[in-house]
């Protein structure tokens, strides 16, 4: 029975987007905001689909909430907005409030891989076929906003992922707002919105530094900023077009805008190259080749052409890495400079 035995998040797998999203705890009556239902026809598990837009365990946009059900929020083309998606008896219903709710609940199919295909994916590797087997309700999400995913990777550009959570924590926290829903809710989450491109230019240098973020990466995010507009426009184009415009603005190299298109555009064939661990465990877990390089890697997931990104994810979950041979990257902390 497909997904009977799904195993427990690990590092590995969370990075492959797996959140576990508990249920089972009755939801406490909150203030109505505007809704909507869709029937996805399909299997479909929250935690896997919308796993890969939560940045650490304390990402103020981002919670799984006892009841089964995620809370996340955004900064829309209509403003702010918080949404909430619950899964019943093969049913979604969504709950938003604020300016951006009519925006996000618009794309609610969308966000949850009504325009993914992974009927296209052909496994090639027993590994890759028992991982899909095991989590059938994976669907490539895809946000149609842009720069909520591309700060949040710039900060994560050759720094721990812990370093990167911490940063996205502090900074969003401090110079975002609180998210708009029910009150008690949205406080109780410690739900924020994330800045707008405005307010993150005007974050005094001595901010970035306490959250511990370098000048590079400061101010590769002040030249995104400075044309969001643009980088939103992105959208609308294909991700190999969307990625050339991201990488027009220095600082962003493909290493972030797989990691954005993967997410704004639910791109399937983008596959993250430039990694420090992802192409030695691609390499394990199809080749035994723990020293794989990124031309290994392509070369291992060239059977995947047009649905890389997609086997690199079940590789991911499947949880098969190799062993550690040295201590973990030691974290810096230059707030403390």
């Known amino acids: 029975m497909p997904g009977r035995f799904a195993p427990r998040p690990t590092r590995t797998t969370v990075r492959g987007g797996h959140v576990a999203v508990p249920g089972g705890v009755p939801r406490q009556a909150v203030a109505p905001g505007r809704s909507r239902t869709w029937v996805p026809g399909v299997p479909l598990d929250l935690g896997l689909v919308l796993g890969p837009l939560r940045r650490g365990p304390g990402d103020p946009t981002f919670r799984a909430a006892p009841d089964g059900s995620v809370w996340r929020t955004s900064r829309t083309p209509a403003g702010p907005g918080t949404l909430r998606v619950a899964l019943r008896d093969g049913v979604v219903r969504g709950e938003a409030w604020g300016p951006g709710a009519e925006w996000l609940l618009d794309r609610l199919p969308e966000l949850l891989g009504a325009a993914d295909d992974p009927d296209a994916f052909t496994p090639r590797h027993r590994i890759v076929a028992l991982a899909r087997h095991r989590r059938p309700g994976l669907r490539l999400t895809r946000t149609g906003l842009v720069m909520e995913s591309l700060i949040p990777s710039v900060l994560e550009q050759k720094v721990t992922t812990d370093e990167a959570y911490r940063a996205w924590r502090l900074l969003v926290r401090k110079f975002g707002e609180p998210a708009p829903g029910p009150a008690g809710e949205v406080a109780a989450r410690g739900l924020f919105v994330v800045p707008a491109a405005r307010d993150w230019a005007l974050i005094p240098s001595w901010e970035w530094h306490r ?110 890495t190799p062993g550690r041979r040295g201590p973990r990257m030691r974290k810096g902390d230059i707030g403390r400079l």
């Not at 507009?229 to 184009?237: D, F, I, Q």
């Not at 990691?259 to 390499?283: F, K, N, W, Y």
């Open 211 to 320: 959250a511990g973020v370098d000048n590079k990466r400061a101010s590769t995010i002040l030249r995104a900023v400075r044309v969001a507009g643009r980088l939103e426009e992105a959208v609308a184009l294909e991700p190999e077009r969307a990625r050339a415009r991201l990488e027009v603005v220095p600082g962003v190299g493909p290493w972030t805008s797989a990691e954005v298109v993967q997410r704004s555009h639910g791109a399937a064939d983008a596959v993250t190259v430039g990694d420090l661990h992802l192409p030695g465990i691609v390499g394990f877990a199809l080749a035994g080749d723990r020293d794989a390089d990124d031309e290994v890697m392509l070369s291992l997931l060239e059977p995947y052409a047009g649905q890389r990104h997609r086997a690199a994810r079940l590789i991911l979950l499947s949880g098969r």
